[in-house]
């Protein structure tokens, strides 16, 4: 059983076209989040959401706008893809606030590649 | 500056040839230092969290130590499975209560 779970693994699309990528967790978890992983590894939180809201909100283009349609579901929308925009995305959630350490656990990525 | 730094960025070993990572932070108001493992195409793995100094946790041939300022990730006679990126993250009062800020990771090879 699979706790967090993303969808699709790889994703290879043009310039200038807009894709999604959902992700949906069975750990019961109320706060869920987007990271991006560039080409050097790094590992950079983009939004996360607790119970459905917003919570953070990095510096993120506008073109980037995650949906929660409920607190097992966080999905990723991507409009007019850029070139820049070719990363890993992990999905991740954890516990409420305050419990079991904020202990936040990963599905295993997206590659976006955008020719 | 990098509020996280890991060192060294790759490390290889002989089976069976113990060392340690090192992660240091700047950040001010630790609420967590996390460390992950990560293998190739797959996402992070939770390993350890620590809170304050002194601190130590132990996992098989791992063992994770923090310090007020640093901490080390000791491996103890690898092995070849032992190979991954180890990733360290912290999670500090002047963030948001629930962000990780990840450092760029330690890529390991245990050579047999």
């Known amino acids: 059983d699979t706790a967090v779970s993303q969808t699709p693994k790889y994703l290879v699309t043009q310039m200038g076209n807009d894709k999604s990528i959902k992700c949906e967790q069975n750990?019961?978890?109320?706060?869920m989040y987007w990271y991006k992983q560039d080409s050097k590894k790094f590992l950079k939180i983009m939004f996360s959401y607790n119970n459905k809201e917003l919570i953070i909100n990095e510096t993120v283009p506008n073109r980037f706008s995650p949906k929660s349609p409920d607190k097992a579901h966080l999905n990723l929308h991507i409009n007019s893809l850029e070139l820049g925009d070719s990363a890993v995305y992990f999905c991740?959630?954890?516990?409420?606030?305050?419990?079991?350490?904020?202990?936040?656990?990963f599905g295993a990525g997206t590659r976006l590649s955008v020719l | 500056e990098d509020q996280v730094t890991q060192s060294p960025e790759a490390l290889r070993l002989q089976e069976g040839e113990s060392s340690s990572l090192n992660c240091s932070y700047t950040?001010?108001?630790?609420?967590?230092l996390f460390w992950y493992r990560q293998d190739p195409g797959k996402g992070p793995e939770f390993l350890f969290t620590l809170y304050s100094a002194g601190e130590e946790k132990e996992k098989e041939r791992l063992k994770a130590t923090l310090t007020k300022k640093e901490s080390f990730l000791h491996i103890t006679a690898p092995k070849p499975e032992d190979s991954a990126t180890y990733l360290c993250?912290?999670?500090?009062?002047?963030?948001?209560?629930?962000?990780?800020?990840f450092g760029k990771g330690t890529k390991l090879s245990v050579i047999p």
């Open positions: 993250a912290v999670r500090y009062s002047g963030a948001g209560s629930y962000q990780l800020t």
């Open positions: 991740a959630s954890s516990p409420r606030q305050g419990a079991s350490g904020n202990i936040q656990y």
């Open positions: 750990l019961g978890h109320d706060t």
């Open positions: 950040v001010s108001g630790l609420r967590g």
